[in-house]
């Protein structure tokens, strides 16, 4: 079945590292793969999607490129803040009819000043 | 446009008790779905609806575990008796095309003593 592997945590950075939180997936067909984060104390938001191979979804300074050859969706900000400080998921969709998402366990990141 | 409300935010029930959580998906969102995410875990989808009607609710332990969605807006899901392994965050979404990303709610927190 499909399923998404990210590397564990929790992760510690010094404010303004470069960031790197790897991600790969087991999908049949063609999914649509996806970042979520996830601040203290709230629920999850969309950070970044893409939906189909090559794709690169940006936002708030984060990429993450749809890489089919290595299912891979690496998430990557090239300084990390602070307020970056949250738990970060990735997931899939596997674009079939009702289809749901499927999420990975999550990678804690504490940025520190 | 508004989120996805839901409520309570927190509850504490003791084992055996019954709880009811409350969710009200964005407006014109035929999909809707109820997650359970436990502590340090990824979200685990219980039950997935397409307007009123179930598409996915084989994670939903049935024996304790109800859900309801009225007229294809409002949802509720219901466990009934509660039991400790239950302590979790449920999360409501919803979307239109969730290759597009779901919007999810704040979250219920609930804790079994």
């Known amino acids: 079945g499909n399923s998404v592997t990210q590397m564990e945590g929790p992760v510690t950075l010094s404010e303004e590292a470069f960031l790197t939180i790897n991600c790969t997936y087991t999908a049949t067909g063609y999914p649509s793969l996806f970042w979520y984060v996830q601040y203290p104390g709230e629920g999850l938001q969309l950070l970044l999607k893409a939906t189909k191979a090559d794709d690169k979804g940006s936002n708030k300074g984060f990429e993450a490129t749809y890489r089919k050859e290595t299912t891979s969706f690496h998430l990557e900000k090239g300084s990390v803040q602070v307020s970056d400080s949250a738990v970060y998921f990735c997931a899939l969709s596997d674009g079939t009819s009702y289809d749901k998402v499927i999420f990975g366990p999550g990678t804690s990141l504490s940025v520190i000043p | 446009e508004a989120g996805v409300a839901q409520s309570p935010r927190y509850k504490i029930i ?9 969710c009200n998906p964005i407006s014109g969102h035929a999909t809707l779905y109820w997650y359970q995410q436990i502590l340090g875990q990824g979200p685990k989808l219980l039950i997935q609806f397409q307007n009123n009607g179930v598409v996915d609710d084989s994670q939903l332990p049935k024996d304790r575990f109800s859900a309801e969605r009225l007229k294809g807006v409002d949802s ?13 965050v449920y999360l409501c979404a919803s979307s239109s095309d969730s290759n597009y990303g779901y919007t999810f709610g704040s979250g219920t927190r609930l804790t079994v003593v």
């Open chain 2, 14 to 22: 003791e084992k055996r008790q019954s709880v009811a959580f409350w």
């Open chain 2, 76 to 88: 509720t899901l219901k466990i009934q008796p509660a039991k400790l392994e239950d302590s979790a």
